[in-house]
């Protein structure tokens, strides 16, 4: 891998380095609009971040500043208009690193035709979990997040609630067990109990030393789970913020 791809810091061999689990640097997304794509939408500005690993970091950003994009540039699955990143020191679409990576989607999609338990069962095929050991993983992700083995077995997830489905993406996103988890609104569509859960499944990952990178609109949900995060702007990341007082003083300033 030549050093272009990685991240400085990690290229210069410090210790400090090493720990960087996601790194940005001056990443930008234009999107081309318009019947004649002559129409630019400017999702991401200049965005630059550096998450230490076993961090727990939340982006918090009203709708539409860029976190989404954020994530799918840093997961691979949209090209950045310019920029670098790397994910646990390699350059992303790695496919190593991506066997390390676990992702819940904004708005997961899943086969609509079948049951949470086939879907789970093909995820940890493609995570090559040995077959003997499918079973007994799925079981305890079901139990972590909360969702029947009967409805997991029984029903198809066209017949999921919004939280069902939450759920299931949950339980996909961490079947590899990750090192780095990438969760897009992971309370979105979930009851009183579900975000409970949801945020005591968080938690345990941070006490297991996981970085989690997740988005979210919602102060409360940021500042009981995450240890540093960031008031995102439209397009534009803020510098880092890992205090309430930054907050505060962010607010007071606009
Ligand atoms: N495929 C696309 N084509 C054109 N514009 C897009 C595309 N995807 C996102 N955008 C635009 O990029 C901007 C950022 O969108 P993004 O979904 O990243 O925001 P977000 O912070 O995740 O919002 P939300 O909180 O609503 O989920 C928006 O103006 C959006 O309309
Ligand atoms: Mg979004």
Not at 2 to 11: G, K, L, R, W
Not at 152 to 178: D, E, F, H, T, W
Request: hydrophobic share 40%; with cysteine; net charge positive.
């Amino acid at each position: 891998m030549s050093d272009s791809h990685v991240n400085p810091a990690i290229a210069s061999g410090s210790t400090e380095s090493t720990s960087i689990a996601v790194w940005a640097d001056r990443l930008n997304k234009t999107y081309r609009t318009g019947f004649w794509l002559n129409r630019k939408v400017e999702s991401l500005k200049d965005c630059s971040i550096a998450v230490p690993a076993g961090e727990t970091f939340g982006l918090l950003g009203p709708n539409g500043a860029g976190k989404t994009t954020l994530l799918k540039i840093l997961l691979g699955l949209v090209q950045p208009t310019s920029g670098r990143a790397t994910i646990l020191g390699r350059s992303i679409g790695d496919q190593g690193v991506r066997q390390q990576v676990g992702y819940l989607p904004e708005n997961p999609y899943f086969y609509d035709y079948l049951t949470g338990w086939e879907f789970l069962g093909l995820m940890a095929q493609l995570f090559e979990i040995p077959r003997s050991q499918r079973s007994q993983r799925i079981l305890q992700l079901l139990e972590w997040v909360g969702l029947s083995v009967k409805s997991a077995k029984g029903k198809q997830m066209r017949q999921y609630s919004k939280g069902m489905l939450q759920r299931v993406g949950m339980a996909q996103a961490l079947i590899g067990n990750p090192e780095v988890i990438f969760l897009d609104e992971p309370m979105s569509g979930l009851d009183p109990l579900g975000r409970y859960q949801m945020r005591e499944i968080i938690l345990a990952l941070k006490a297991q030393g996981k970085t989690i990178f997740f988005n979210s609109h919602i102060l409360n949900d940021v500042e009981a789970i995450a240890i540093a995060w960031r008031f995102w702007h439209r397009a534009s990341c803020c510098v880092p913020e890992r205090s309430m007082s930054c907050w505060e003083d962010r607010r007071a300033t606009g």
